[in-house]
C-alpha cells in the first residue's frame, strides 16, 4: 500500500522528570493530539478539599488552598497501587469521598515544634548551634514535607507528596526534611491544623492535576548547506555565518569547511538565513544555508511536574489516544451492528 | 528626555579639588586615587544619579506636606496666638478684666475615652477605631480672676488633627522594627491625617502668589495690576490700572468708586506733582502717558492732603462687613473707626489698601515709592504689551498646603473661640452680685476647634468668612488602591480655576514647570492640566523669616528707598532689589550683589531655600523668602566644572558625608523657578560649557512619582505616558504591608504579586519592589486573524489554575450598636433558635457544644432560619463561615422608640426591631476577620471583613492594565 505509514518513536533523552523523543512518519495532528492528551488528560491526584481546623497564619484560607492544590502527589510504589487505579469520586458510590476514591492528608504545624526541630537539624549540621534558636522569633517554612498522608485500608501509605520533581533534584537541594515545596511561613505563636482531601482528577479541570510543566513538540530542523555555493564563500565569511547563529548549530571542520554540527539545537530564528542573503555574490544564486522544517518528524520535550515520571506520562497518554480511537471503533462496530444511531 | 544613561566614566579627581574635601576622608583613598587618576585631566562625575536616594532619606518622598505642618505647629500657631489682635481678650462688662495668652502648645496624639481620661494612641488604632488622630492645643494664661492675677498653663482649648509621620505623630523617626509594633507599614508615606478612623489628605493648591504684583490685561483690554495683599491681619486685593487707555485708576472692595491714583498719592502726603513725576519716571515718553492722570485731581479741585483724604473717605464703603463679625474688640476689625472721613481715609490707606506695605505711624514714604513703581511698569506695560505678566508662568504660582490651609482654619477657629469666650465673659461679668469671682478658663469649650478641624477635614470644605473663603474639595480620601495611588495622591496639586473654565492657558505645560511639575501625570477630561502632580525632587518652601536677609541686604551695599529721591530710583544704573514684594532700597551693582547673596546662601550663611533672581527687563533684583514656592536641587558648577566629585559620591554611600553636608557648602542648591531664569542647566556632564551654573542631578527627576514607574517613557507617544499614570495607580497589587490587618472598606489584593522585570531608578526609589503592583506577563503578540481583537488578551487557563492575576477582594461592614438618649441601647441577638427543634426538647441546651457544627444543625432544619447560619451565639458572625446573599452578618436590634424619654427605665421590656446587618452580594463569600471595639463615643463598634477570591479575567470592569515595555 502506498503512504501508508507507521509512526515511530525514538527516544533522545529520559530522565525522571524529562522526556525528549522524536515521533516521526506521522502529522501534526497526531502529534498536537498527543501533546494536548499529556497536558490535560492525564490523571493524577491532587488535593482537592480542604477543611481548615487552626490558620493563624498571615495566608487565608482560599491561599492556602490553592497552594495545598498544587502540590503534586505521587504513587511512591506504583505496582502497589497507582493513581489510575482510584476510582473517579463522581463515579464512586461513596457520599462524598472514601479511600477508593481519594487520599487523604493532614498538616499540622505549630511554630513551636516546627522550630525546635529546624533548630535540630541546623544544630546537627553546623556542630552544635545556640539552643535558644527557638526562641528567637525567626520564621519558620511549612512545606510538603510537612503533610502526613493518612494510610488507606491496608494501612499502607502509598501516596507521598513530590517534594522534588526527580532524584536529581533531590541530590542538588538536600533532603525533604528541610526541603520541599514551601507552603507559608510561619511566625511565633501561629500554627496550622487542617485536613485535605486528594482527589484523581485531569488538566482540563484545573491545572493542578495536570502531570507536565512543559509539553512542547517541534518539527525537526533541516538545515541544508549548499555546497556549490559555500565553496564561494571566504573564510570570514564562513565564520561569520557560524557566529551568526545564536544556538551554534554550525562549526567549522578541520579544513575549514561549515558543517551543520548540531542541527537539533537550531530554533528557527532565521538568522543564518538572513546573512546567506547578504553573502550572495550574485542576487540569482542560492542561498548558501537553508533553514525548513520536516513535517513528518517532531521533537517532543516533556517535563513534568513529579506527579508522574516523564516515561508514565507518555506512556499513558498514547494509552488514553488509544482508548479515544478504540471507543470510537466500538461505537461504530455498535452501529453497523445494530444500525441504530 | 535622554535615555538615563549609565555613563561609567572615570572616576577622576582633580587634585585641587582635594583641599575642599573636608577632613574626613581615608587617607588611603586618596593615595589610591591620586595614583590612578593624574592623567585625566576634568572630573567626571559618574552616576550621579546615585544622589537621588540620599535626597529621598533626607527629605522624603512626602516631605512637603509634613514640613510644612511641622512648621505650622511648631511656629505658625504661635504667631497665630501671639497676633496682636488674638492675643489678649477683655470684657465690656468689666474694664479690669483681661485674658492674655502667653504661649501655646501642641502635645501628644491622644484619644478622651471618656470626658476625663484620655489615653495615648497609634494610628493604626485609630483607623480600627474610626477615631480621630488628634493631639490636644493647650495655651499658657495670664488672667484676671476677681483682683487676682493667674497664671496657669496648659490649659486645652481643643484638639487638633495630626499629620502621620509629622514631629508631633508617634511615628515620626520610628525605625522598621518600631513601626511594625505600632502595626504600621515602613513604607507609608505619612502626610495625612486620619479622622473618624478615615485617612484623608488635604491637597495641595495652586494660587497665585501673594503680595505680588502682576501686571495683566483686564477683561476691558486695560492694562492692569492687581495685587494680592496678605498679612496676619488682613488679607485683600487692589488693582492699579489705566481707565480707557489714558489714566490711572486704583480700584478697592473698600472703596465704592475707583478712584485716581494721584489723589491716592497726594492723600498719602505726596502733594508735590513734581515729587511724583520724579518717582514715576520723568522720560518724556513717560510723562506724557501721566499726564493726564496728573491733571486729573485738578479737574476735581484737589490740591491738597487733606483734600484728597476727604475726597477719598466719602468713597469708603460703610459696611459694617468691614468691621468684620462679632462685636468689636474681639471681632475682626480690619482698623480703628475713626471720627472723621479724613482720619478714616487715612486709616484705610495706611492699614487697608496694599496692607502688605508696612506703615509705621502714618509714614506713608514707602507706600508711596511702592504706589508710583506701580504706576511706572503700569504705564511702560501699557505702551508695550509685551512686558505683560505671564499669569500661568509657574514663578507666578505659590502651592498652599496644608500646613497654612489649617493655620487660616485655626486662625478661624482661635478668634471664633475667643469671640464665644468674650461673650461669656461679658455675661459672667455684668452680673451684678456674683457669688463666686468670674474664672474664664472654666467656660473654655474646646469642642469649638476641635469639631471645626473634624469637620472641615471629614468634608473638604474650607468655609471662612472672615477670610472670604470658601472652598470645596480641600480634602480627599487617600486612595488605597494600590500603594502607587496613595503616593501618587500625596503629591497631587489642585489648582483653583475652575474645571468649567474653557480655557487653555492654565492647562497647558508651562516650560517654567520644567523639574517641577511633572509633565504626563495628569487626568484627562476636564481635570486636564488644572490636576498636576510634583516631580520627583521638586519640594515646597515653607515661610522664612525675612528680616535677617532685609539686614543682609543692607550690609551688601543697598541704599535705603525711603532715603533715595525718585531720580536716583529711576536712574538707569541702578537696579531695585524687592524683598518678598516690597521694595527694600537700590543697588549699583546688581550682578555683584546677585552674585555675593548667592555665595552666601552656599556657604550656608543664608537659609538654603531662599532664592535671588535678576530680571534685566524690569532692572530689578527679587529676592524671595516666602512659602509655598516650588523648587528643586541642582548641582553647582563651576567654569564648567560641577563642584561635586565622585570623591564625595563615594563619602556619601559610606556615610563619611550626608547630604544635609553638601547642601551647606554649596555642592548642591535649591532653585526655585525664579532664579532659575538666572541659570544655564546642562542636562548631562558632556553638555558642560564655561558658562554653564548648574547641572541637573538626573533627567529622570522630571517625572513624578507614578511616571517614573514607566519603563523607557521617552519611547513612547507623549498621551500613552499619560494614560499610563492614570492606569499604574489602579494596578491591583500590594496596599501596605499591614493590608490584612487595616480592615480597610475595600481591599483588592493580588495572591502572588511581582516585583517587575523591567525596573526604573524611581521604582527604587520609592520601593516599589517591597510593595509591588502587578505580576509580569509573557505576552505574544499576534498579528493574524483569529484573536486579534484590539485591547484584548487572551490568557492561559493553566495559568489562571495555577495563581496568575488571582487576587483577593475584601470587604469591611460595619455596624454601630448606639446608646440613646433615653438609656435604651442597640442589643445583638444570636441566632432565632428553630421552633420546632425548641418543642422537641433540643432548645434546653445549645449551650456547651455550640461550636460551628453543632449550632448551625439545629438551625439548619428551617430555610426560613438559612440567612442566620454565618451566626455564633452573641449574633456576630463568625470566622469562617460562607455568606450568601441576605445572609445576616450581625443580628442587631434597635429599641424602637429612641426618644421617649418617660420610658420606664428596665421596667418594662423595651420593644425592639430587627436592624440586622445583612450580606449582599451576587456571589458567596467568607467571613475573614471580626472586629469589636469602641469609638471615641463610646459606642461598640463591629467590624468585618469578607473576602471572595476572584480569578483574573472574571473581575469585570478592571482592564488589565499592562506596563508595557518599550521597542
Ligand atoms: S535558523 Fe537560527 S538557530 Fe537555526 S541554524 Fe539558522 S541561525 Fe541557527
Ligand atoms: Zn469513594
Not at chain 1, 538545515?223 to 567549522?252: M, W, Y
Request: glycine share 8%; net charge neutral; charged share 25%.
Amino acid at each position: 500500500m502506498p503512504n501508508v505509514r507507521a509512526p515511530k518513536l525514538e527516544i533522545l533523552e529520559l530522565k525522571d522528570d524529562f522526556i525528549k523523543f522524536i515521533l516521526s512518519d506521522t502529522d501534526a495532528s497526531v502529534a498536537n493530539a498527543l501533546r494536548r492528551v499529556m497536558i490535560a488528560e492525564v490523571p493524577t491526584l491532587a488535593i482537592d478539599l480542604v477543611s481548615f481546623e487552626v490558620n493563624s497564619s498571615v495566608l487565608n484560607d482560599e491561599y492556602l488552598a490553592h497552594r495545598l492544590g498544587l502540590i503534586p502527589l505521587r504513587s511512591v510504589n506504583p505496582r502497589y497501587k497507582k493513581v489510575a487505579d482510584l476510582k473517579d469520586f463522581r463515579d464512586c458510590d461513596c457520599d462524598s469521598h472514601c479511600s477508593r476514591c481519594s487520599v487523604e492528608l493532614a498538616l499540622d504545624v505549630r511554630y513551636q515544634t516546627k522550630r525546635q526541630q529546624v533548630a535540630l537539624v541546623e544544630g546537627g549540621r553546623e556542630g552544635g548551634m545556640e539552643a535558644g534558636m527557638g526562641e528567637g522569633g525567626l520564621p519558620v517554612n511549612v512545606t510538603s514535607a510537612d503533610l502526613v498522608v493518612t494510610p488507606d485500608e491496608d494501612q499502607q501509605v502509598w501516596v507521598e507528596p513530590a517534594h522534588y520533581s526527580s532524584g536529581a533534584e533531590r541530590d542538588r537541594l538536600g533532603d525533604p526534611s528541610s526541603g520541599g515545596i514551601s507552603i507559608v511561613h510561619l511566625g511565633p505563636e501561629q500554627s496550622i491544623r487542617l485536613t485535605a482531601i486528594a482527589k484523581k482528577g485531569i488538566g482540563k479541570e484545573h491545572a493542578k492535576w495536570s502531570p507536565c510543566a512543559v509539553a512542547t513538540y517541534t518539527n525537526e530542523p533541516v538545515i541544508t548547506l549548499n555546497k556549490e555555493e559555500h565553496g564561494k564563500l571566504s573564510l570570514a565569511q564562513k565564520k561569520q555565518l557560524i557566529d551568526c547563529c545564536p544556538t551554534k548549530v554550525f562549526r567549522l571542520d578541520e579544513r575549514e569547511n561549515v558543517t551543520v554540527a548540531r542541527p537539533g539545537k537550531c530554533i528557527y530564528c532565521q538568522e543564518c538565513q538572513a546573512l546567506a542573503k547578504t553573502l550572495k555574490s550574485d542576487p540569482d544564486d542560492d542561498p548558501v544555508v537553508q533553514v525548513t522544517a520536516n513535517e513528518e518528524r517532531f521533537v517532543f520535550a516533556v517535563e513534568t511536574t513529579g506527579a508522574l515520571t516523564a516515561g508514565e506520562v507518555v506512556e499513558h497518554a498514547l494509552e488514553i489516544v488509544l482508548s479515544k480511537i478504540t471507543e470510537v471503533q466500538t461505537q461504530l462496530v455498535h452501529i453497523a451492528r445494530t444500525g441504530v444511531v | 528626555m535622554a535615555p538615563p544613561s549609565a555613563e561609567n566614566c572615570s572616576s577622576g579627581i582633580k587634585a585641587s579639588n582635594i583641599s575642599n574635601l573636608g577632613s574626613n576622608f581615608f587617607f588611603t583613598e586618596l593615595a589610591d586615587q591620586l595614583q590612578e587618576d593624574v592623567s585625566k585631566p576634568v572630573t567626571d562625575v559618574a552616576d550621579k544619579w546615585k544622589l537621588l536616594p540620599h535626597f529621598l532619606q533626607l527629605r522624603g518622598l512626602m516631605r512637603q506636606h509634613i514640613d510644612s505642618f511641622d512648621f505650622f505647629v511648631n511656629r505658625e500657631i504661635k504667631d497665630i496666638v501671639n497676633a496682636a489682635s488674638n492675643r489678649e481678650l477683655r470684657s465690656e462688662a468689666d474694664p479690669k478684666f483681661w485674658l492674655r495668652y502667653t504661649d501655646v502648645h501642641v502635645g501628644e496624639p491622644s484619644v478622651d475615652d471618656d470626658a476625663y481620661v484620655s489615653s495615648r494612641v497609634t494610628p493604626f488604632q485609630c483607623r480600627l477605631r474610626d477615631c480621630t488622630y488628634s493631639a490636644p492645643i493647650t495655651v499658657d494664661v495670664r488672667y484676671t480672676r476677681g483682683r487676682q492675677i493667674v497664671v496657669k498653663r496648659g490649659v486645652m482649648i481643643g484638639r487638633i488633627p495630626i499629620m502621620l509621620r509629622s514631629c508631633k505623630c508617634i511615628l515620626a523617626g520610628r525605625s522598621e522594627a518600631e513601626l511594625a509594633e505600632k502595626k504600621e507599614c515602613p513604607y507609608d508615606p505619612g502626610g495625612y491625617f486620619i479622622v473618624k478612623g478615615v485617612e484623608r489628605v488635604i491637597l495641595m493648591q495652586e494660587q497665585l502668589s501673594k503680595n505680588r504684583v502682576i501686571i495683566e490685561e483686564d477683561n476691558k483690554g486695560n492694562v492692569s495690576a492687581s495685587i494680592t495683599s496678605s498679612t496676619h491681619d488682613r488679607k485683600g486685593r487692589s488693582n492699579i490700572f489705566v481707565k480707557n487707555g489714558t489714566k490711572v485708576y486704583l480700584k478697592n472692595n473698600l472703596l465704592g468708586d475707583d478712584v485716581p491714583i494721584v489723589v491716592v498719592l497726594k492723600a498719602m502726603g505726596m502733594q508735590s506733582d513734581q515729587e511724583i513725576v520724579c518717582m514715576v519716571g520723568d522720560s518724556p515718553e513717560m510723562l506724557d502717558a501721566f499726564a493726564p492722570s496728573l491733571e486729573e485731581p485738578y479737574h476735581l479741585g484737589i490740591c491738597t492732603q487733606a483734600q484728597a483724604l476727604r475726597y477719598i473717605g466719602a468713597k469708603i464703603r460703610n459696611t459694617t462687613q468691614n468691621r468684620g463679625p462679632g462685636p468689636s474688640g474681639m471681632g475682626f476689625a480690619f482698623y480703628r473707626r475713626a471720627s472723621s472721613p479724613e482720619e478714616e481715609a487715612r486709616e484705610v490707606l495706611a492699614s487697608v489698601i496694599l496692607n502688605h506695605v508696612p506703615v509705621i505711624n502714618f509714614d506713608f514714604r514707602t507706600k508711596c515709592i511702592f504706589v508710583c513703581h506701580v504706576i511706572r511698569r503700569v504705564l511702560l506695560t501699557h505702551r508695550d504689551r509685551s512686558q505683560l505678566d505671564d499669569k500661568d508662568y509657574y514663578g507666578n504660582k505659590r502651592l498652599e498646603l496644608a500646613g497654612q490651609l489649617l493655620s487660616l482654619l485655626f486662625e478661624d477657629l482661635f478668634k471664633r473661640l475667643n469671640v464665644q469666650l468674650k461673650k461669656q465673659a461679658d455675661q459672667g461679668l455684668s452680673k451684678p452680685n456674683r457669688t463666686q469671682s468670674f474664672d474664664v478658663i472654666k467656660c473654655i469649650r474646646t469642642d469649638t476647634i476641635t469639631n471645626g478641624f473634624i469637620q472641615a477635614i471629614a468634608t473638604g470644605n474650607w468655609k471662612l468668612q472672615r477670610f472670604r473663603m470658601d472652598r470645596q474639595g480641600v480634602t480627599q480620601v487617600l486612595t488605597r488602591l494600590s500603594y502607587i495611588s496613595c503616593l501618587g495622591m500625596m503629591t497631587r496639586i489642585n489648582s483653583q480655576f475652575e474645571k468649567t473654565r474653557k480655557v487653555s492657558g492654565p492647562r497647558s505645560l508651562q516650560p517654567s514647570q520644567w523639574g517641577m511639575i511633572c509633565p504626563a501625570d495628569t487626568p484627562e477630561g476636564e481635570a486636564c492640566g488644572l490636576v498636576k502632580n510634583l516631580a520627583l525632587l521638586a519640594h515646597v518652601t515653607t515661610d522664612e523669616e525675612s528680616e535677617p536677609i532685609r539686614k543682609l541686604c543692607f550690609d551688601l551695599g543697598i541704599e535705603d528707598v525711603t532715603l533715595l529721591s525718585g531720580a536716583e530710583i529711576n536712574a538707569s544704573s541702578n537696579y531695585l532689589v524687592f524683598l518678598n514684594g516690597l521694595i527694600v532700597g537700590c543697588h549699583s551693582r546688581p550682578l555683584r550683589f546677585v552674585r555675593l547673596l548667592r555665595l552666601l546662601r552656599r556657604k550656608g550663611l543664608v537659609a538654603e531655600f531662599v532664592s535671588v533672581c535678576l530680571h534685566e527687563v524690569q532692572r530689578a533684583i527679587y529676592i524671595a523668602t516666602d512659602g509655598g514656592r516650588v523648587c528643586r536641587p541642582l548641582l553647582v558648577c563651576e567654569k564648567g566644572v560641577p563642584r561635586l566629585t565622585n570623591m564625595m559620591m563615594r563619602q556619601l554611600s559610606s556615610g563619611l558625608l550626608t547630604l544635609a553636608e553638601l547642601i551647606r557648602c554649596g555642592v548642591v542648591e535649591y532653585v526655585d523657578v525664579n532664579e532659575e531664569n538666572n541659570c544655564l542647566i546642562a542636562l548631562a556632564q558632556t553638555q558642560l560649557t564655561v558658562k554653564h551654573t548648574h547641572m541637573e542631578i538626573d533627567p529622570l527627576t522630571v517625572l513624578g512619582v507614578v511616571a517614573g514607574l514607566i519603563p523607557y517613557p521617552h519611547h513612547n507617544q507623549s498621551p500613552r505616558n499619560t494614560y499610563q499614570c492614570a492606569m499604574g495607580k489602579q494596578a491591583m497589587g500590594t496596599v501596605a504591608l499591614n493590608q490584612y490587618e487595616r480592615l480597610d472598606s475595600l481591599l483588592y489584593a493580588m495572591v502572588y504579586p511581582q516585583k517587575p522585570l523591567v525596573t526604573t531608578r524611581t521604582l527604587d526609589l520609592v520601593n516599589f519592589n517591597e510593595l509591588p503592583g502587578g505580576q509580569n506577563a509573557i505576552v505574544a503578540v499576534m498579528s493574524y486573524s483569529g484573536y486579534d481583537i484590539e485591547d484584548a488578551v487572551v490568557l492561559n487557563k493553566a495559568s489562571l489554575d495555577r495563581g496568575f492575576g488571582r487576587c483577593l477582594i475584601l470587604r469591611k461592614h460595619q455596624t454601630s450598636l448606639r446608646k440613646y438618649a433615653n438609656g435604651a441601647a442597640d442589643n445583638l441577638r444570636g441566632p432565632p433558635e428553630d421552633t420546632a427543634a425548641a418543642c422537641s426538647g433540643m432548645g434546653g441546651e445549645p449551650s456547651a457544644a455550640q461550636s460551628n457544627s453543632a449550632g448551625a444543625y439545629s438551625i439548619r432544619r428551617d430555610p426560613r432560619l438559612r440567612r442566620f447560619e454565618a451566626l455564633d451565639k452573641d449574633g456576630i458572625c463568625q470566622v469562617g463561615e460562607r455568606l450568601e446573599n441576605g445572609s445576616v452578618m450581625i443580628n442587631k436590634e434597635s429599641p424602637i422608640s429612641v426618644a421617649d424619654l418617660n420610658m420606664g427605665s428596665g421596667a418594662d421590656p423595651t420593644p425592639f426591631k430587627p436592624t440586622p446587618l445583612s450580606y449582599k452580594g451576587p456571589a458567596p463569600s467568607h467571613v475573614d476577620q471580626v472586629l469589636i471595639t469602641s469609638n471615641e463615643g463610646g459606642d461598640l463598634l463591629v467590624k468585618g471583613s469578607a473576602d471572595a477570591t476572584a480569578y483574573g479575567g472574571t473581575v469585570t470592569g478592571r482592564g488589565v492594565a499592562a506596563r508595557r515595555n518599550g521597542a
